[in-house]
């Protein structure tokens, strides 16, 4: 019997990353603007610094705000809102998984559960499930409102932030790479926009879709803007795999 090892090698291919179109903008009632949820109305900003939800309009201005009672935690990160409630992710330590907290828009602490992994950071609400990104093992998990797993997948991009859901794809904020990065529900990736075109040194943290345009946060200057993304549609990840043929 003679075994044959075929190499095949499925290079990336890598498109130059698409536009990002800024229409307005305005600066963040908080630092760190890590979350960014949309009720069908107004923008919901979970903040870093002081661990607090505001609710704000189009135009930047602050309508109303919580610091929740729980968790008692820090580091107020990702956001979403499930057509009912608000849903915001804490850390209680850096060692800490952190956990997911729902509430009522008041502030009025309804549910939570713990997080699978060290470091999650970015949240979004597909109209049935929550999907989560974590930073420690770069992966974005779906789970149900009880926190329980129901799929995953692994990202090439280090260090990713808030995540957005636009009715066909999600999309998640790639820090260290400044981009807008958009995926399928099963780990494809479909296209990434370039948020350079907005600031040479900006830090994309918290992501929303308010049905027409996108919504980003810049992290290094606490400014969150409005932006349209035009995609070429066309860069693709694929990995080498070898193929063994026995005769």
């Known amino acids: 019997m003679k075994i044959f090892l075929i190499v095949l090698f499925l290079l990336p291919v890598l498109a130059v990353a698409s536009s990002v179109n800024v229409l307005s903008s305005f600066y963040s009632p908080d630092w760190f603007p890590n979350g960014l949820a949309w009720d069908g109305n107004y923008l919901w ?10 609710k ?3 135009g930047g201005s602050v309508i109303s705000s919580f610091t929740p009672s729980e968790p008692g935690g820090f580091n107020g990160d990702g956001a979403a809102f499930d057509g009912t409630n608000l849903w915001g992710m804490f850390l209680e330590s850096t060692a800490s998984p952190g956990e997911v907290y729902e509430y009522t828009t008041s502030g009025t602490y309804v549910s939570s559960f713990m997080c699978p992994e060290i470091y999650h950071f970015g949240m979004t609400w597909d109209g049935n499930n929550l999907w989560v990104s974590c930073r420690g093992s770069q992966v974005i998990y779906e789970m149900s409102k009880e926190g ?12 990713p932030g808030d995540m957005a859901w636009n009715g066909t794809h999600l999309f998640y904020t790639a820090k260290d790479d ?15 926009y370039d948020v350079t ?12 879709f308010d049905g027409s345009n996108f919504w980003v946060s810049d992290q290094e200057h606490d400014i969150i803007y ?5 995609g070429t549609g066309f860069e693709q990840y694929t990995f080498g795999r070898i193929k063994t043929l026995f005769r």
């Open 178 to 192: 400044k981009l807008i990065v958009e995926v399928t529900t099963d780990g494809i990736i479909v296209d990434t």
């Open 197 to 208: 075109t907005i600031s040479s040194d900006m830090k994309p943290t918290a992501l929303t």
């Open 148 to 159: 329980i797993v129901l799929s995953s997948f692994s990202i090439p991009h280090t260090n």
């Open 226 to 230: 409005e932006v349209e993304l035009f």
């Open 45 to 54: 900003l979970l903040g870093g610094h002081y661990d607090t939800f505001y």
């Open 56 to 58: 704000i309009n189009t």
